[in-house]
């Protein structure tokens, strides 16, 4: 009882998307997901799928999948060298992912030290194969530009980079994704690619946004609905330097994975999720 009502703290979402993830391991072909449930997500688990929504596990397990898909895809017709994570929590895609691929995750600092360790004493243990994964701790809401910039720079050299930025965007504030994105443009070249996935505006008026946020009002902290941010194609489709190429949301990623939707659109927190290719 005690452990139910311990607030949670943001950074331990990423606790929570793993978790989903490893409770469908066939829908999100994440196999090492399950390294990271403990019994206090599992309880809070068990609470947000009965008072948000029950279909949260196949919304997480189907992002996986497709951006694994996607980055899988990339690397078999070598476009993409450099995998490069923007507030990776505890996403295990070096693990999905071909051995020859390089790693850039970057997290609060206190998420990347805690991963890495944990990755260490796993792949000591044997449970985790070795991957070539740099670890940055960085908080996007501070000036972070230069420093990682240099950083980033100094590991991928000219490589092609996949960017990816998922479960993270609905935190920040409209200004911290434009100087995200600008930082984006910054670091790629022409043929890069970037996937992001965000909510639309509409998901506000469902009745599991309204349960998301009584929900996080209780455990997390007082929040109101503007404390979230949502984006709309539009904002996709006019990214200097870049083209959309793809966008998927769950609706259209369990018709092509065939994944049975069991609640009605109402009490479902529908994510999108796109694809775009530097082409200047
Ligand atoms: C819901 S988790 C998603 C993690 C991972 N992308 C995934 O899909 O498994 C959100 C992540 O965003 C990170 N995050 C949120 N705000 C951030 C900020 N201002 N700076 C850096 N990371 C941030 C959190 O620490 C957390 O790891």
Redo the contacts with the bound molecule.
């Keep these: 009882m005690t452990e139910k009502r311990e607030h949670i703290k ?2 331990e ?2 606790f ?3 978790t989903f ?1 490893a409770f469908d391991e066939s829908l999100s072909q994440d196999s090492f997901a399950k390294l990271w449930q403990n019994s206090k997500t599992e309880q809070w688990i068990k609470e947000y799928l009965d008072k948000v929504s029950s279909e949260e596990t196949y919304t ?1 397990c189907l ?2 999948r497709y951006f694994l898909d996607t980055i899988k895809n990339f690397i078999q017709n070598q476009e993409v060298e450099v995998l490069i ?7 295990m895609y070096p693990f999905l992912l071909n051995e020859n691929l390089i790693h850039i995750e ?3 600092p206190e ?1 990347v030290d805690y991963k890495k360790d944990k990755i260490q004493k796993w792949q000591k243990e044997n449970m985790l194969p070795n991957r070539n994964i740099h670890f940055i701790g ?4 501070k000036s972070y530009q230069e420093k990682l910039l240099s950083e980033i720079e100094s590991i991928k050299g000219n490589k092609s980079t996949f960017i ?5 965007l ?3 504030t409209r200004k ?1 994704t434009n100087d995200l994105f600008d930082f984006f443009n910054t670091i790629q070249k022409k043929g890069d690619y970037i996937g992001s ?1 965000s909510f639309q505006e509409t998901i506000k008026k469902t009745k599991a946004f309204q349960n998301l946020l009584s929900f996080f009002n209780q455990k997390v902290s007082k929040t109101s609905q503007d404390d979230y941010q949502t984006i709309e194609d539009q904002y996709y489709e006019s990214i200097h330097n870049y083209k959309l190429i793809d966008h998927q949301d769950y609706f259209s990623l369990s018709k092509k994975y065939k994944n049975t939707i069991n609640q009605s659109k109402e009490l479902i927190l529908n994510e999108n999720f796109y694809l775009l290719k530097r082409d200047k």
């Design positions: 943001i950074h979402t990423a929570v998307t793993s993830r997480h992002r996986n994570n923007f507030g990776s929590g505890f996403s970057i997290d609060k998420i960085v908080d996007f809401s990816l930025i998922e479960g993270v609905f935190f920040l911290e996935a």
